[in-house]
């Protein structure tokens, strides 16, 4: 179990607080996160890279609850930004806009203006046709657009299979032989301030190797660049985030051990004095959050046991979008039950509608069970699907429970609706 979650008195506890109360208290499904878990897994980055200049630049798409981008500002994070919204989301929870960077593949010239009028600290920009965009309308306001262009290491699939985005044939960043050619071009708009360069090679990554290997290829860039004649340098580089979690005996390196490592390679080169730039989000908030959910039928068959709880595909997408493995917890020790195997399923229309197959479970209707692993990619996934209404968010602190978000109701979902007359 993550250190946060202890089993106390035959009940699994956030802190210092039982999940089943707080099931009882705000039903369910219901996100669940521990504040010191997920300051905790950000200390781990803060200490890897003391004595640096840099900035955390936590992804907020893994997590976008106002109250998880407050604790993780206050804590010192800069924000990484993928759309407006999250741009809204950033500046309402308190991030000073010269550190939110703004990565993503498709923004609009709309998006752009409201981050130059905020003032944000850098555009990862992906293309040369969204780099000549930006120039434009950064001329247009009258400011400069302070970029970086996101290249594509396309480090070796042979030798580092997990790794999803940083191989040539995909739609994110800009391919290693095209990257010198984007640097002249962004050299040469008076729209824009080139400040530095990034990548991002995956997500879920559990190895140091594909990390060393991208940042070889990326300071061999920099030199490039750097040697082109044209007076630039490079401010900052931003090795983007990616570093995986423990969703089922998975054992990533720790982010200190790792910026250890990198380091290391960093000063080796002689790159060691530039600002370093990171975009962690699943390995942030990841591991500090459960979904509670209760089992409401039990079904079992010939060949299946279907257990029939209240938290959904539209809750947790990622076991039917990715065949996710979350490890599921009861909340409570049964003794009076045998375990069987279940295949723990959601009341939506679909087959793809799991949350769990093949689990062990000793559990009755009516009890509840935790998914753990459940604070990335979660709830920030959430959808409406079959008009159910998004799960409620409670953040610990101690002893201390917050709810940070409420249950969604019908209403809600119909506001933005116009009935015919
Ligand atoms: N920076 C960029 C440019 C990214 O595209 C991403 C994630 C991150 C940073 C943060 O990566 P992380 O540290 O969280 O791995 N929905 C999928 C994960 C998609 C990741 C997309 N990009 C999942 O649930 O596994």
Known sequence: LPAFLTQRHGELHVEDLSLDSLARAHGTPLFVYSQAAMLQALGAYQRGLAGRSHLICYAMKANSSLAILQTLVRAGCGLDIVSGGELERALAAGCAPERIIFSGVGKTRAEMRRALDVGIGCFNVESRAELAVLDEV?????RRARVSVR???DVDAQTH???STGLKDNKFGIAHDEVLDTYRQAASCSGLEVVGIDCHIGSQITQAAPYLDALERVLDLVAAIEGLGLGLRLHHIDFGGGLGIDYRGDTPPAAD???????QRLDARGFGDRQI???????IVGNAGVCLTEVLYLKPGEH??????DAAMNDLPRPA???AYHRIEPLRARADTAPLTWDVVGPVCESGDWLGRDRELAVQAGDRLAVL??????MSMASNYNTRGRAAEVLVDGARATVIRQRETAADQMRLETPLP
């Open 373 to 378: 692993s459940a604070g990335a990619y979660c």
């Open 321 to 323: 979008m990715y065949q």
């Open 138 to 142: 950064a001329r247009a306001v009258g």
């Open 257 to 263: 051990a790792l910026w250890a490592q990198l380091l």
């Open 151 to 153: 290249v594509n290491p």
């Open 161 to 163: 299979p997990y790794i």
């Open 304 to 309: 299946k046991n279907f257990l029939i709880v």
């Open 277 to 283: 730039l990171i975009e962690p989000g699943r390995s």
